[in-house]
């Protein structure tokens, strides 16, 4: 994009949008899917986010944008997925802490789902499963879990607008070729 000097704004656009349908894409099969509510899942999941995320680190603001803040609920849903002794942590923890962006039916739907491949340690205690069950029944937050996968992102013209760089075209020398074309006569004043 940069070679062919696309504006910043559409390459920002785009790289937040592409991180959001990797985020719902991602999220959505990790809640499906017993199979890749695993830790092991969850430590390949997490290698290839700690590479997005160093490439947004590296990428210059104005490329890579919010195109991070897309990813917090694969993020948090993996974080959790990979942490040891999650018997231990209490659902205050998990919901203020561990993953704040997260509803109470993401992670019920998560540690009922979650098993460990790798060490066979636990998921988190009955009494947390518990009170998660219990403000699932009672119709805390929503009854929806799954990410909208929506992939449209609004651009206004005013973005456009306040992004492009103006230039100056007055003292370019237009191509000797074109100069030398009749049609093309109005370059010379």
Known sequence: MLKFQVPTIFCRKIFTQLYAYINAQLFNSLLVRRECCSFSNGEYVKQGIEELEAWCTQAKPEYAGSAW???KHISQ???FLVI???FRVSYDEIMSD???VLSVHQLYRICTQ???DKYNTESVSEEVLNEMKTLVNEGAGSGAYL???E???PLSLEEIGNSMDTKEFQNVVPPQELLENASFQFLKS
């Open 69 to 71: 803040d897309e990813l």
């Open 77 to 79: 849903a993996v974080g």
């Open 84 to 86: 040891f002794k999650k």
């Open 98 to 100: 561990l993953c704040p």
């Open 114 to 116: 979650y098993w460990d």
């Open 147 to 149: 990410l909208d996968e």
């Open 151 to 153: 992939t449209s992102m």
